[in-house]
């Protein structure tokens, strides 16, 4: 009898694992098949499907690093990425301690308004935010890239802000009262620290969606100086013709900050995301 | 300790958000912008940009924004706001290129096109004088000759908007074409070899080609690849057949809604679709296939034909540089009517009526249409020239796409534009005649009550609007 119950947990265990093997080789090949390709030339890379290259080409490193000018872009994103995640943070994370901690007129409204946001994607606006930019003058400026992304990133992560700042007990609120806090000292000293699993899921999730944006930059930004690391990446694709081992050198060049981030926020991701899909 | 990184992160984040909050480009500004898509000419734009400041002293700012799809939301979003650069190209169909030259963001090009007549001459002096076209290279002659007469005549069609045009745009010439291209039958040499086909007698009838397609399933060698995933290309099939079996008349007469899709000739046809499908002469999944596909299969040898556009030859370099292989028209069915292909211009720039270097502008895309640039655009780009008296250095391949290029024809020439939802189901159901899930006759007549349903709602649409008025 027992040894049926451990035989059918391991059976169970088997069963589980290959399936998760098998979804973990779904999102694991493709950057493989990437990295093998960036080592290959333009005729074998058609020609020769083995992932494991014998003749491995390291220079379309070189290459495409020089010829997609990826210094210049890879600062840029940077700095956008820093900035949007950071207003992102900052923004959001006073509007949600606003949201569940403060009373005021038309909060529900204003809440649910902002959720209405995440309901509309950005190339869904593109042409009113150009004329709206343009007006600001803001069009083919750092500012004019930045401060769309920030509005763009919002509603996500006041939502899950939200829900995590709901959850603190309001005893918390009361002694940090007693011990002289203000609104913001509570905000900064109770909230801010115990919503680091949160704050990690939305930077992760923002940084993600800046670092591989490319659409509001092209409609946006004009001179090449001002263009993020995407822009490098187009150098390569043509309408008929792909240069094919200098993209996929040039995208695992690109991937390599954003997987780094994701290594080193995953620990607070899974409690970060679950927190606010449970609670929300 | 926390206040501090706190100001640090403040800081930090409005230093690097105000830093550069204007346009940083330090070398200044250009003279001439010119927006484009055109990710694999770039770099000899570039050069030709380089040469042209070394010559005149205008400095042109090449703006490149690709994919296709974000370069057309950004001239569209600038076109709403009046910012759109002193060039550009329009990737639209021709009733979108009517509404923006009626919206005044299009120059007319005709007095230039035609010759410098004495309303410009004026102009074009002044610009002489001022050193803009001063030291060109090529002889001075050429520039008082007929700027129109360089084109192949089918570059400038889709540009041409003629008297009484269905648009109601002023009859004129809106755009200058930068190359050309068209779309024929391809052949491989080597696979022609192996099934024991003469490689230097491709079919020149349907019949023969459906011969061909048989010996070569014979000998296991898949028959004709093409992109017909990407619907547009099974059109260009189709029409390219109609107008042989039908000539371009009755063609005309069918999208003008006089002659039904059930026609005896429209059958023939699709008919086409289904004898390939029969005799086994399609390469698996064709109906599903994008083009890149289609040419990575034909690029290496798996395919003995492919019907492919003149852009090929470079994607065909890029992936086998020893394919063997060679171009010509697709197979007669009726020896008694030409065969057409689709062709015309591949890329074209246009002018902003609004700008205010409209003169330089013109200068420019002229001196970027003569010989030494067309040709110096052709050798490093792979692409047919606009400019028909640069073929003489081209590679073989190309010439002979450049060869057919009078017998080119696309539908945005036509007197007459077919509603999309008809094309949409004459498309689709040509894939389902392929893959055997309709007949011919099922087809024509679905796409004919789409078509008549839609006459009939243009009919009523109309009679409400002059009710209105």
Redesign the interface.
């Known amino acids: 009898m027992i040894n049926r119950f451990i035989l059918e947990k391991r059976l169970k265990s088997v069963v589980m694992h290959l399936i998760l093997l098998s979804v973990a080789a779904t999102c694991i090949l493709p950057l493989i098949w990437m990295f093998s390709s960036s080592l290959k030339t333009q005729d074998t890379i058609f020609s020769n499907m083995h992932i494991i290259v014998s003749d491995p080409h390291w220079e379309n490193y070189r290459e495409a690093w020089t010829k997609g000018n990826f210094g210049a872009y890879f600062l840029n994103s940077v700095i956008y990425t820093v900035s949007v995640v950071g207003g992102v943070v900052f923004t959001a994370s006073l509007a949600a301690f606003a949201f569940a901690r403060l009373n005021f007129p038309g909060k529900n409204i204003m809440f649910y308004m902002f959720l209405i946001t995440m309901m509309i994607p950005i190339p869904g606006s593109f042409i009113a935010l150009y004329v709206l930019l343009q007006k600001l003058r803001l069009v083919n400026t750092r500012l004019g890239y930045i401060l769309p992304q920030i509005n763009a990133g919002l509603a996500l992560a006041i939502y899950i802000l939200k829900t995590f700042f709901e959850e603190l007990p309001k005893d918390l609120e009361d002694s940090a009262r007693i011990d002289g806090c203000g609104k913001f000292g509570v905000y900064w000293h109770i909230a801010m620290p115990l919503a680091k699993p949160a704050i990690a899921v939305i930077v992760v999730f923002n940084a993600m969606a800046v670092w591989n944006e490319y659409l509001l930059a092209m409609l946006i930004l004009s001179s090449k100086s001002l263009m993020p690391l995407q822009r490098g990446l187009m150098v390569f694709q043509g309408a008929h013709i792909t240069r094919y081992p200098l993209l996929m050198a040039g995208i695992t060049i690109a991937v390599v900050p954003i997987v780094v981030l994701y290594l080193i926020m995953q620990r607070h991701i899974i409690t970060g995301i679950t927190a606010g899909a449970v609670k929300g | 300790m926390?206040v501090r990184i706190?100001s640090v992160?403040?800081f930090?984040?409005f230093a690097?958000?105000?830093?550069?909050?204007?346009?940083?480009?330090t070398k200044g500004k250009p003279d001439l912008v010119l927006w484009h898509?055109?990710?694999?000419?770039?770099e000899a734009f570039l050069e030709l940009a380089k040469r042209y400041e070394e010559e005149t002293g205008i400095k042109v700012s090449f703006?490149?924004?690709?994919?296709?799809d974000?370069?057309s939301?950004?001239v569209?979003?600038?076109a709403?706001?009046g910012?759109l650069p002193d060039i550009y190209g329009l990737l639209a169909e021709k009733r979108d290129y009517a509404a923006f030259i009626k919206a005044g963001h299009i120059t007319d090009l005709s007095d230039y096109m035609n010759g410098f007549i004495a309303t410009n001459k004026d102009d074009y002096a002044k610009l002489i004088k001022k050193g803009f076209i001063s030291d060109l290279t090529y002889d001075m002659e050429q520039k008082f000759k007929e700027w129109r007469r360089i084109f192949f005549k089918k570059a400038l069609e889709v540009n041409i908007f003629p008297e009484g045009n269905q648009w109601g745009v002023k009859p004129g010439i809106y755009g200058v074409p930068i190359d050309v291209t068209n779309i024929q039958m391809l052949y491989n040499k080597d696979l022609f070899k192996e099934a024991g086909l003469d490689p230097e007698k491709p079919p020149k009838t349907w019949e023969e080609f459906i011969e061909a397609g048989r010996t070569l399933k014979a000998a296991g060698i898949p028959g004709l690849v093409s992109g017909w995933g990407e619907i547009w290309m099974i059109d260009c099939f189709a029409s390219n057949y109609a107008m042989n079996i039908m000539g371009k008349d009755k063609v005309v007469a069918t999208i003008k809604g006089k002659v039904p899709y059930t026609d005896p000739d429209w059958l023939k046809v699709f008919h086409l679709f289904k004898e390939m499908a029969d005799e086994g002469i399609l390469a698996p999944g064709i109906v599903a296939m994008v083009n890149k596909s289609a040419e990575?299969t034909f690029?290496?040898n798996r395919a003995a034909f492919s019907f492919n556009?003149s852009?090929?030859v470079?994607?065909y370099r890029?992936?086998?540089?020893d394919l063997n292989y060679a171009a010509i028209p697709p197979p007669l069915v009726n020896k008694k009517n030409p065969m057409y292909i689709w062709g015309g211009a591949g890329a074209s720039f246009l002018i902003n009526e609004k700008s205010k270097a409209k003169e330089e502008a013109i200068s420019f895309l002229k001196w970027l249409t003569y010989e030494p640039q067309q040709a110096f655009l052709s050798s490093k780009t792979n692409n047919l020239p606009a400019n028909q008296k640069c073929l003489v250095d081209i590679p073989p391949i190309l010439a002979q796409f450049a060869d057919d290029m009078e017998i080119t024809t696309h539908p945005s020439i036509l007197p007459a534009s077919e509603y999309s939802q008809v094309i949409e189901f004459f498309n689709k159901g040509i894939q389902s005649i392929i893959i055997g899930e309709k007949t011919p006759e099922e087809v024509a007549a679905k796409v004919q009550e789409v078509k008549e349903r839609r006459m009939e709602w243009t009919k009523k649409r109309e009679a409400r609007k002059k009710q209105n008025n």
């Open positions: 926390k706190l992160f403040v930090l984040f690097l958000t105000i830093f550069g909050c204007g346009n940083s480009d898509w055109m990710t694999d000419r770039e703006e490149l924004y690709a994919p296709s974000a370069y939301q950004k569209r979003a600038s709403q706001t910012t990575q690029a290496n556009g852009w090929c470079n994607v890029g992936m086998n540089p």
